[in-house]
């Protein structure tokens, strides 16, 4: 089969789209573990429904839409947090005020006749070629950016004190991740949807963080446990006819529960050794 | 030639100041330590001088392009984060084995090159810290209570190492404690700090005198000595610090 064929083909769209998706959601989920930001990529990824609304009221492109909701989000949420909010009402307030209103805004919407759940859990087997492009460029985009910034990143993730007096301004690490943040839920949001946006992100890093000894390490495993989890996920959607989001998710979540299990039993075998 | 130099630094934060009028200077090569009560502003004053936070009054300046070494109070390291003793020793900049090697050797903790972080003990952690301050060739060292939850032999070895570290490098140290009495034997000046500068001198030597040597034990070798304020004022409200 020539690379034309291929991507005429809508289940090698959704797989190059979904591992795509991973590649970046991977060492970014990291950083989200990392710095304990779950319910900020939560309530970011939540909030890109009215980004939906918004796209489809003004007929942007959902990217368009998504993208400038999700960031206006993020920073929101940063601007408040620095002023002296408190993170979890922050985010419990905004994240799902976001979702409500997106939810509503788009009942709005006389002349648009929307299949909701395709946005609240991904339609990654509609991934069209222009959809791929943009996913795929998206994702390089991120990962380009966290490669980049890497050491910048990480040092100020473990102490802004530190990386201040490096000569690196963690407010600025802090948007790099915000930037990263709002581009992988604009473009997860067809692989995935909004409401599994986070897991994407949490569930592969904190999968990784039970074999990895250094944060690159941890970083490129996520990628791989976020990839295979979508290739695994995807084949069982079509040999069982799930839905493909959930199904990419429930199978990550599977690989998490076992391999903590695995490493737990691992170790008391090894206790009882020594 | 100044390293660092500060002119009537006030901070607040919203509520009444936490420092007042306070003119800071240090040179090359020279030991300072401010000590001062919780709460005194110590640590803030600290984190103007580094550029962390903004004065609200004043002017900090700092000689173009100084070389920081910043060794923090503590340093929690998230669990979830993988951290090697030698991918630590990397940040911000990469360095090569044979760097890392060394100056883990220098600190006297070579063993645990390929420890992660979380688990070093208090001692070997706040080494680590050390080690990695020195990797970029400091003209300063900074020390934000670096001893702090130390055992009293642990302190003094801790001291001990920083000053030979001083000597072997010329650098300077400016080093923050919250005892008001014990510091550095080597310090050339200390700052007594409540919110502004209560008092500074040198602290006295106390190795010809029986019975501090007998307070701090014989672990110190030399390594603490004791400060003598010397106070014109009282603090209307609070217990005079001193």
């Known amino acids: 089969m020539t690379g034309r064929a291929m991507l005429d083909d809508f289940f090698t769209r959704a797989l190059l789209a979904g591992v795509a998706v991973a590649a970046a959601t991977g060492p970014l989920g990291c950083f989200v573990v990392w710095r304990r930001m779950a319910y900020f990529g939560d309530a970011t990824a939540h909030a890109a429904i009215l980004g939906v609304a918004l796209s489809l009221a003004f007929a942007w492109s959902i990217y368009v839409g998504t993208l400038l909701v999700a960031f206006t989000m993020a920073l929101l949420v940063s601007t408040l947090v620095g002023r002296g909010w408190a993170i979890d009402t922050t985010l419990g307030v905004l994240a799902h005020s976001g979702l409500a209103l997106g939810l509503v805004a788009v009942s709005f919407l006389p002349n648009v006749r929307v299949d909701l759940s395709a946005y609240l859990f991904g339609d990654i087997l509609a991934v069209a070629r222009f959809d791929l492009a943009v996913i795929a460029g998206g994702a390089l985009l991120v990962v380009a950016l966290l490669a980049w910034r890497w050491q910048r990143l990480l040092t100020a993730t473990v102490s802004e004190d530190l990386a201040h007096t490096a000569g690196i301004d963690p407010a600025r690490e802090r948007l790099v991740l915000t930037v990263a943040l709002a581009v992988v839920v604009a473009v997860a949001l067809k692989v995935v949807g909004v409401l599994l946006i986070a897991a994407m992100l949490i569930i592969p890093a904190a999968t990784a963080r039970n074999f990895a000894r250094a944060p690159e390490i941890m970083a490129v495993l996520a990628a791989l446990i976020g990839a295979g989890a979508v290739i695994g996920g995807l084949h069982a959607s079509l040999i069982w006819d799930t839905p493909a989001g959930p199904s990419i998710v429930s199978l990550a979540a599977a690989v998490f529960a076992a391999t903590v299990i695995g490493t737990s039993l691992w170790r008391s075998v090894a206790a009882l050794r020594s | ?242």
């Open chain 2, 1 to 242: 030639m100044t390293l660092i130099a500060a002119e009537n630094l006030s901070a607040s934060f919203g509520g009444p100041p936490v420092l007042r009028d306070v003119d800071f200077a240090i040179a090359p090569g020279e030991i300072v330590t401010i000590v001062g009560p919780n709460g005194s502003g110590k640590s803030v004053l600290l984190r103007l001088l580094l550029g962390i936070l903004a004065p609200s009054q004043g002017r900090v300046r700092r000689k173009r392009g100084l070389q920081v070494g910043y060794v923090p109070q503590r340093l929690h390291i998230d669990a979830a984060l993988p951290m090697p003793v030698r991918r630590f020793l990397s940040l911000p900049r990469r360095r090569s084995r044979a760097e890392i090697a060394q100056v883990l050797d220098r600190v006297g903790v070579p063993h645990v090159v390929d420890q992660q972080m979380t688990t070093l003990s208090g001692g070997q952690f706040q080494r680590v810290l050390l080690a990695r301050a020195l990797l970029s060739e400091p003209e300063i060292l900074v020390l934000d209570e670096a001893a702090q939850g130390l055992d009293q032999p642990g302190i003094a070895a801790f001291y001990r190492l920083i000053d030979a570290v001083h000597r072997e490098l010329g650098c300077a140290v400016l080093s923050v404690s919250h005892d008001l009495h014990v510091v550095m034997s080597a310090s050339d000046r200390v700052i007594c700090l409540n919110g502004h500068i209560c008092c500074q001198g040198a602290p006295s030597v106390v190795s010809s005198a029986p019975e501090y040597r007998a307070l701090f034990g014989i672990g110190t070798e030399g390594a603490l000595a004791l400060y003598q304020h010397s106070h014109d004022h009282g603090h209307d409200g609070a217990r005079d610090a001193g």
